[in-house]
């Protein structure tokens, strides 16, 4: 399993813990999010700028239920749920908007979708999302990509849309 450590990550000590400022650990995702098993697909947030950009990380297990089918002696994470984990970290991010605490955003589009490389159990996905645009408070667009190891599974543009 691989890890992302950068200077921004780490606190200066002798252990290197992840700085906790700029953390989110699942109870605290569990508070921003309505995402629950077996749909939670971010493990923690290493890196956010509230209402800005979030790094989450989404730990990929044999035990999840999708890869009795997706595919039988094959592993492989679908990419719908690849993009729904990029997604959840847009969330984060929305979610820390001034006035948007307890507000529901709903996935509503995603634009220039690509798949480059497999995710299989074992991977540990590393996912960016930055903040493009906010419109009329209402509709959100987001830049997303998601890399396991420093290669590039997945990227695209995402839409969130407000609900009343």
């Known amino acids: 399993?691989?890890?992302?450590?950068?200077?921004?990550?780490?606190?200066?000590?002798?252990?290197?813990?992840?700085?906790?400022?700029?953390?989110?650990?699942?109870?605290?995702?569990?508070?921003?999010?309505?995402?629950?098993?077996?749909?939670?697909?971010?493990?923690?947030?290493?890196?956010?700028?509230?209402?800005?950009?979030?790094?989450?990380?989404?730990?990929?297990?044999?035990?999840?239920?999708?890869?009795?089918?997706?595919?039988?002696?094959?592993?492989?994470?679908?990419?719908?749920?690849?993009?729904?984990?990029?997604?959840?970290?847009?969330?984060i991010v929305l979610t820390q908007l001034p006035d948007m605490e307890g507000k529901l955003f709903l996935f509503a589009g995603i634009d220039k979708v690509r798949f480059r490389r497999p995710v299989v159990p074992g991977d540990q996905l590393i996912m960016r999302v930055q903040l493009l645009s906010v419109k009329r408070r209402r509709f959100a667009y987001m830049q997303a990509a998601a890399e396991v190891d420093g290669l590039r599974t997945c990227e695209g543009e995402l839409m969130f849309s407000l609900v009343d």
């Open 1 to 91: 399993m691989s890890t992302v450590n950068t200077t921004a990550d780490l606190q200066d000590n002798n252990n290197s813990q992840l700085a906790p400022e700029n953390t989110l650990a699942i109870a605290e995702i569990q508070k921003l999010l309505p995402h629950r098993y077996p749909f939670a697909l971010v493990d923690r947030i290493i890196e956010y700028i509230p209402g800005e950009r979030a790094t989450g990380i989404k730990n990929v297990t044999i035990n999840e239920p999708h890869f009795q089918g997706h595919f039988p002696g094959r592993p492989i994470m679908p990419g719908v749920l690849i993009v729904e984990a990029m997604a959840q970290v847009g969330g």
